[in-house]
């Protein structure tokens, strides 16, 4: 294991099970592998390993991490005592322009940012909401003369301050916000205003205390004229915390999980404001009250602003695949050592020896795996849109997309896989002081911010209806049929994956034959791509009428596909994933390495095509009989890698300082030598009472 900070205990060895995994089925002799787990953790570390690196150690360090059990006010003062010591550190300054103190390093800031989710949730969030939303907004919708003015008091934190987009009425639709931000020519300001009680700003970090200031997203009207949502410096409170006249706010008070940060909301009854206070990087108002944007458009334009936002969908991506990572590293390292029912003789079994239990588990590191490599590939493009390397209208597009894609799915997974962990655990798992739970409650809300979930595969959805409608736009239904049935040669990925099917997957008659197809890379793929560019031809076909109904019933038509709409998005997001993993596998140079990750690659592609079976049965893409080898394919590869589960773990790199879980920290195997050696004893002293049931006599 690659140590990234002192170890106060070492993680003690899983003792090896009396009862060995069952073997897979015999055949072709295969040399069994061993893990390289330093390098495999370098490998998992992605493109800025020593940021990471130099993140963990700081996570490693006690008053940085968060204390089980404090009240609200108590955690609340703690975290941001906490972003002081960030800040002085300048460990959240990489991303902001160098002449100011930053780096302009805008992969490598996210890269140790997300690393802070082992430290306390609350930390990480309430860091998001400070550098990651309010700094970066005033940074990429601001100029350099709000650079200048503002920027400093928000990196040193003498200014904390709130992103205040979302309303109480209108959280993921932004664009229909209510308040608004109407010029006055006569004295050159604008006049804030939330017009009724849903309007209001909410569930907005640091609104409830610790803000002196926000980024208002309203409405810009001047000259009687709406030209849509734009961004405000706007100041909420005075050196004493009280609020400026016109301002009011109220605090949301406890919540589910994330309890160190001091959310609130906030109302504006009719509050003047400057007129450079409006960040005019993408539009601007003269003095006498002309709006003028280099983007003609007021949807491209919106969009525009709201892309240059996108880091926090990229880092809930990464922290929610970390806090995974660590979920599973209790989970395997518990199961590796807690001993339950005996298999026949004296000791009793490792519980990670059961089927069952690897199948709780093995597939969620498959997963985890996966989006590990789907991040870093994700992490890199970010890098490069934001560095200016890429970044044409279409790059910054295909990152919004990717964003979309990969960011719900990954925050799902961590509820699931934590969930999945706290019950592998048993009684243990429930306890606070090995993390689960507390971790399952903060991670709770990513699903629903920086965008809901749902709403942003349907995003996906639309993005690649529209790439599917421009490919064909010119195209006849002779064509389109064709398409589904050709034999192509381009494999490239389109902008944002759609494939063109090369050839119908068939059924290769013996299981045998079967699962070594199943073990093929392009079979794979071919299955996975077949998904996902048949159910986008088939609505696409299904919503070519909507172009001749009326606006309303082309929106009931969407509508009645929308749940059509979010399943081809979530498939086209587990394809980039398995893509990544794919590109990852062939990467690796370590010949154990290869070969572990490939079966754990096949592990997380044939486990999406178990779990959408039924899809493949219902349209002639698999026989029962294929589809039957695919689960038995799959068992065979989880007993294969039960013996590499503990390195596979450890190679996520965390030490006990950023588990802080007693049952991953050698306590367990330390309770299972103690009771073997007291039985072994006992025995051995004839003392031992004899079993109630006596042998029978013959």
């Avoid at 003095?287 to 892309?307: H, K, Q, V």
């Avoid at 039960?642 to 007693?662: I, M, N, T, W």
Wanted: net charge negative; charged share 20%.
């Amino acid at each position: 294991m690659v140590d990234t900070a002192q170890r106060s205990a070492p993680l003690t060895p899983a003792t090896p099970s009396p009862v060995a995994p069952k073997p897979a089925p015999t055949g072709t002799f295969t040399p069994i592998p061993s893990i390289n787990v330093a390098a495999l953790s370098r490998q998992l570390l992605g493109s800025w390993p020593e940021i990471r690196i130099e993140a963990r150690k700081l996570t490693a360090r006690p008053e940085l991490q968060g204390v089980p059990g404090l009240s609200m006010a108590e955690h609340r003062l703690r975290v941001l005592e906490q972003l002081k010591i960030l800040a002085a550190e300048g460990h959240v300054h990489r991303a902001f322009p160098v002449h100011l103190g930053g780096e302009d390093n805008h992969g490598g800031n996210i890269a140790g940012f997300e690393e802070l989710v082992t430290a306390d949730p609350s930390l990480q969030i309430k860091a998001g909401v400070q550098w990651g939303l309010f700094g970066s907004a005033v940074m990429h919708l601001g100029t350099r003369t709000h650079h200048d003015a503002y920027l400093p008091g928000i990196m040193s934190l003498a200014t904390p301050g709130v992103f205040a987009m979302t309303e109480t009425g209108h959280g993921s639709d932004v664009a229909s916000i209510a308040t608004t931000a109407t010029y006055d020519p006569e004295t050159q300001e604008f006049v804030v205003h939330t017009p009724f009680r849903a309007a209001w700003k909410d569930y907005l970090g640091n609104a409830a205390n610790d803000g002196i200031a926000a980024v208002l997203f309203a409405q810009l009207i001047t000259g009687g004229v709406n030209h849509g949502v734009h961004a405000f410096w706007m100041p909420l409170r005075d050196e004493t915390g009280a609020f400026l006249p016109g301002v009011s706010g109220e605090d949301d008070g406890l919540k589910g999980g994330l309890n160190g940060i001091d959310n609130g909301r906030l109302a504006f009854d009719h509050v003047r404001i400057p007129r450079e206070n409006l960040l005019n990087r993408y539009g601007d108002v003269a003095e006498d009250g002309t709006y003028s944007s280099a983007i003609s458009s007021p949807g491209r334009r919106f969009f525009t602003m709201l892309g240059t936002l996108v880091q926090g969908r990229v880092s809930l991506d990464g922290a929610a695949t970390q806090a995974s990572a660590m979920a599973l590293t209790i989970a395997v390292t518990y199961g590796s050592q807690r001993r339950q029912f005996t298999a026949g003789g004296e000791a009793e079994q490792v519980i990670l020896d059961y089927q069952r239990h690897q199948r709780r588990l093995l597939p969620r590191i498959a997963t985890t795996y996966a989006q590990t490599f789907a991040h870093d590939e994700f992490l890199v493009a970010f890098d490069k849109v934001f560095s200016g390397v890429a970044d044409t209208d279409a790059d910054r597009q295909d990152l919004e997309t990717l964003a979309a894609a990969l960011k719900p799915l990954s925050s799902w997974a961590a509820l699931d896989t934590i969930q999945e962990a706290r019950e592998a655990c048993g009684g243990a798992g429930f306890l606070a002081e090995n993390r689960l739970v507390g971790l399952r409650a903060d991670l709770d809300v990513y699903v629903t911010f920086e965008g809901d979930n749902t709403v942003l595969l349907q995003l996906v959805a639309k993005r690649l209806l529209t790439d599917f409608s421009r490919k064909f736009a010119d195209a006849g239904s002779g064509v389109l049929a064709r398409y589904v049935v050709q034999q192509a040669t381009d494999r490239a990925l389109h902008n944002t994956g759609l494939r063109t099917l090369g050839q119908a997957v068939a059924d290769f008659g013996s299981t045998a034959r079967s699962v070594g197809q199943l073990r093929e890379t392009n079979v794979q793929r071919e299955l996975l791509t077949d998904r996902v560019e048949t159910m986008i031809r088939d609505i696409a076909g299904k919503l070519r009428p909507a172009s001749k109904l009326s606006p309303q019933q082309s929106a009931d038509l969407f509508n009645s596909h929308q749940d059509e709409l979010i399943e081809a998005a979530r498939a086209h997001g587990e394809l980039l994933q398995w893509e990544a993993f794919t590109r990852a596998v062939e990467h690796t140079t370590d010949a154990g390495n290869k070969q572990v990750l490939t079966w754990l690659r096949d592990l997380f592609g044939l486990g999406l095509v178990e779990k959408h079976l039924a899809w493949y049965l219902i349209n002639g893409r698999l026989s029962a009989q294929r589809a039957q080898s695919v689960t038995a394919y799959i068992d065979r590869i989880i007993a294969r890698l039960r013996p590499f589960a503990q390195d596979l773990v450890d190679s996520f790199g965390y030490s006990p300082e950023h588990l802080r879980a007693k049952i991953a920290s050698g306590a367990e195997q330390e309770r299972q030598d103690e009771a073997r050696e007291y039985y072994t004893a006992l025995r051995a002293s004839g003392n031992a009472p004899a079993d109630e049931k006596a042998p029978r006599k013959k």
